[in-house]
């Protein structure tokens, strides 16, 4: 999915558009609400135009989009004005990244210059957002010199902040002229005494506040910022991380509290928690949530508003598609001495390709979910899937650092989540421990689609009851899930299988560094 190699010279070439965006039209190209002229609009939903144009290609906003584009992260920002249990202030901010995790910081002039190098390599990254490694808004001026920098030399990548709250009401304006149209605050409470179990302190005007006292100014801080954002038509997330028996039960409250705000989706994410990584979470033996009970967290919050479930917790420096990270391709060394060919024309002809696949895949799906028409069934079953991304099943069982995860039901078939696991095949030979770890990943699952599968393995899967399918190679997942959901209910119907639950899966806590 990439235009040729970088070459290793010194260079940097910005080319201009030979027509600017919002003119194009024409058959198969995009108008300037977003909507194919050809009539489908793969994802759109019920998303009014002028929304859809913002989520469309926003890996993060659009479940749908993160098949197919990617991000990047710039680490600009080091300091950070909280202090969360879940953070140690040797890694990134946990509250968008995985603990343990270290990013390369970058001056806003290198960040821009990787920007445009990661644009010339990567036509399908279309978001730079900037989360760290510490708090973008305790680090103002590296933060909006960065975007300034990116919106003069690539006009076409979205800006996109996530930040802790407590400065946001300040900076409100400053981001809306930049043009910043996605902000995710990261609000873990509204009431001061839990937040005061999350918080140790607070550090605001010039002073440091502790306990009940300091949660509360967060709280107040972040929803008056999140209420002048949304006033704004600043397109707002919010993510939570969910720290069972502390406030896993109240989340359902933040919710409520955050979408009578006007945030677009709620992204709760489990706390990722081992003695490892050396924070009080972590060393006090706080676990995170199982797989079933983050699920159920998140289906007793799904309602008007949208719940995020794909997000990967990312490094403050990732780069990719959600679930891949390529950052090592693009450290601030290999960035000098690259050619960076900024091309705006080839970048759109690319991603106009992409949009056409969209298109592609929505259809088969809709045309596969009219063969359920009429069936009724209580039955829903969730279905692990080995992809590299395109929303096709398209990765070797013993390649997948990850398994996305969706549910199917007569419904149709639905994105729910994502497994990360260890490689299970190291360089030629398979790791016994490995399928064992890969097992209790996806062990809710009734069925793990693959492009291939290994006998041993598959011998393996089939003793814990999940059935290896590779009959679907290359196919649209969520065509595919429905067409073999199909065929489920069938065998149950014959009595050939007895549909029982699942139970439950792990979350994986160690440390990670992808
Ligand atoms: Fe980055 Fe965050 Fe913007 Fe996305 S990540 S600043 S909204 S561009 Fe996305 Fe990564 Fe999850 Fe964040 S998957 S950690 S939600
Ligand atoms: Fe760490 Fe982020 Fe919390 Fe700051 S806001 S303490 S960097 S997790």
Sequence with gaps: MEFGGLKRVAQLRVMQPAQSRSGQQGCGSKGANGQSSCGSAAGQGDLTPEIWEKVKNH??????????????HAAVAPACNIQCNFC???????????????SERLTPE??????????????QMTVLGIAGPGDPLANPEKTFETFELVAKTAPDIKLCLSTNGLMLPDYVDRIHALNVD???ITINMIDPVVGAKIYPWVFYNHKRYTGVEGAKILSERQLLGLEMLTARGILCKVNSVMIPGINDRHLVAVNKAVKSRGAFLHNIMPLISAPEHGTVFGLSGQRGPTAQELKALQDSCEGEMKMMRHCRQCRADAVGLLGEDRSAEFTAEKIM???????????????????????AAAAAKKAELETLAGKQSHISILIAVATKGGGRINEHFGHAKEFQVYEVST?????VG????????????????SLEIVVRAINDCVAVFVARIGGCP?????????????????????????AYFREYLERVRTGEIQHTQRGDADIRQGALTA
């Design 59 to 72: 890996p993060c906003y659009s479940e749908q989009a993160h098949h197919h584009y990617a991000r990047m």
């Design 88 to 102: 140690n202030r040797k890694y990134d901010c946990s509250n968008e990244s995985r603990p343990g995790v270290v």
């Design 110 to 123: 290198q960040a821009a210059r990787k920007v445009l190098a990661v644009a010339s390599a990567i036509p």
């Design 182 to 184: 996605h902000v995710t």
């Design 337 to 359: 001495s690259m050619e960076v060919v900024y091309d705006l024309d080839r970048r759109q002809a690319y991603q106009e390709k992409v949009e056409l696949q969209r298109e």
């Design 411 to 415: 419904a149709g078939a639905k994105f």
């Design 418 to 433: 994502h497994r990360r696991v260890d490689l299970y095949c190291q360089g030629g030979y398979a790791e016994e421990d």
């Design 458 to 482: 598959r011998d393996g899967l089939i003793a814990a009851g999940i059935e290896p399918v590779d009959r679907f190679a290359l196919e649209y997942i969520e065509q595919s899930a429905i």
